[in-house]
């Protein structure tokens, strides 16, 4: 008899604090230092290129340090972590109406035995989100919807959650009009907001069916050979229930569509019209998402003629079911304030960008693209991302003889593609947390994308410089 060994991968949380600890070794191994920042006229901090220097006698992190990091990162995120309490409430309300469940039933009556289009369609729609209104947290909702319904049409929630990171990472990284990325980036590099938009239009089209067929073919493998799903080992999250999946669960029939659950779903879409208008016309942020979940949970219930008790048990046991997320997003916060403490950020944007300086042409665009790459695990905000890297990256594009555009476009490549790869990722975390999905497998599935992503926008930055995109 052969006995078969595998190495046994830490949980995602002790993945997370391991790098806070790593993070607290490397600033006692790297001199800290720092870049000069002056306040631009939006009221940012912006980096003065060329200012990098070397803080003298930097004091070095205390022995705690990175114990205290989570706590802080806990409340550096609080925000994120309330909007995903009250989210896990209001689903769960939503869920007890029925009309998640009589949904998902329509669509696998009118779509079930075409779900290539429900895969591509619905990557399509998150990378448009994406690329336009620079949509993330806001995806949040989805998750245990499209979990439901990749299970109920024998597929996996990697696929699910496939469908939602994959359009996130293209929006991102192709983004047409995204005002967090793109054309912030613009500004700082001195370029006119939303020029060269018709180059990015045309990479919209080249990586968004890498995606889309990089999504589908993992789920026909796994609707082939429920075995193969990458989670085939791991129990799905409280609440998600289906038909036969690739989980294994059996399921229910799914009730008829009633005229309250159409009530309840036409409250739900109208919430989301409001919510993409807030965003785009009122400056809403994550305050405001919130107010508009609380909201919807309390309209749900009066349209389902909801019982308060009921309605706070049901809002309850939602926000509880996402402790676990809020935590993994609170540690993974903790590796940017250790890094933040120990002086060392500035240290390694500097480092990392030094090679560029040395590199002719198409291969400094794509040495941008992977400088880039690599500061979004230590900046995992594409805003204060282009903050730090731009004023550096620009200048570097005038010294290779490539265009600024260029850099903007290594810059939203290094910052979206990567948003779907690195621990760091609030938003990342958040959905393979909902999913219970733990980060190892995710990366089994993610890295082969990655490849062919790094590869064609290696090309794709080539072509850039070739054609004097600017």
Request: no cysteine.
């Amino acid at each position: 008899m052969v006995t078969e060994s595998r190495l046994k991968v830490p949980h995602t949380l002790v993945i997370l604090f391991a790098m806070v600890v790593l993070g607290q070794v490397l600033s006692y191994l790297l001199p800290a230092g720092s870049f000069e920042r002056v306040e631009n006229a939006a009221g940012r901090l912006q980096v003065v290129p060329g200012s990098f220097e070397f803080t003298v006698d930097a004091p070095a992190l205390p022995p705690l340090a990175s114990l205290t990091a989570i706590p802080k990162g806990l409340s550096g995120a609080h925000q994120i972590i309330f909007l995903l309490l009250i989210i896990g409430g209001a689903f769960a309300v939503l869920r007890a109406t029925g009309a998640v469940d009589a949904v998902i039933g329509t669509l696998l009556r009118r779509w079930g035995d075409r779900p290539f289009w429900l895969i591509a369609g619905g990557t399509t729609l998150f990378a448009l989100g994406s690329s336009t209104i620079g949509f993330g947290e806001e995806y949040f909702p989805f998750v245990p919807v499209l979990i439901t319904l990749a299970l109920a049409l024998g597929y996996d929630r990697v696929t699910a959650v496939g469908i939602i990171m994959i359009g996130y990472g293209v929006g991102f990284g192709a983004a047409l009009i995204n005002p967090f990325t793109t054309l912030l980036a613009q500004d700082i590099a001195g370029l006119q907001p939303g020029s060269g938009l018709w180059y990015r239009m045309v990479l919209m089209v080249v990586f968004l069916p890498i995606g889309i067929h990089h999504v589908w073919s993992y789920a026909k493998k796994v609707g082939r050979d429920p075995a193969a799903s990458l989670v085939a080992d791991v129990s799905a999250p409280e609440g998600v229930s289906m038909s036969s999946g690739a989980d294994g669960e059996s399921g229910a029939d799914h009730p008829p569509m009633t005229t309250t659950h159409k009530q309840v779903l036409a409250a739900v879409a109208i919430s989301q019209i409001v919510l993409v208008y807030g965003l785009s016309q009122w400056q809403w942020f994550l305050v405001e998402m919130q107010a508009l979940f609380v909201a919807l949970t309390v309209i749900i219930a009066i349209i389902a003629r909801m019982r308060p008790d009921r309605t706070a048990v049901e809002f309850g046991a939602g926000a509880a079911s996402f402790t676990s997320v809020a935590l993994l997003i609170g540690v993974a916060r903790g590796i940017s304030v250790v890094l933040n403490e120990g002086g060392i950020v500035d240290t390694m944007v500097y480092g990392i960008s030094l090679p560029v300086r040395e590199l002719p042409g198409a291969l400094s665009a794509v040495g941008m693209f992977f400088v880039q790459s690599l500061a979004n695990f230590f900046i995992p905000s594409g805003t204060g991302q282009a903050y730090v890297t731009m004023p550096i990256m620009a200048p570097l594009a005038d010294l290779a003889g490539v265009s600024r555009q260029v850099a903007v476009l290594a810059f939203q490549f290094g910052d979206g593609f990567s948003n779907i790869l690195v621990p760091t990722q609030a938003v990342l975390v958040g959905a393979l947390a909902m999913a219970a999905i733990p980060y190892d497998r995710w990366l089994r599935f993610i890295l082969p994308f990655m490849v062919k992503i790094w590869i064609v926008g290696s090309i794709a930055l080539a072509v850039a410089v070739w054609i004097g995109y600017a």
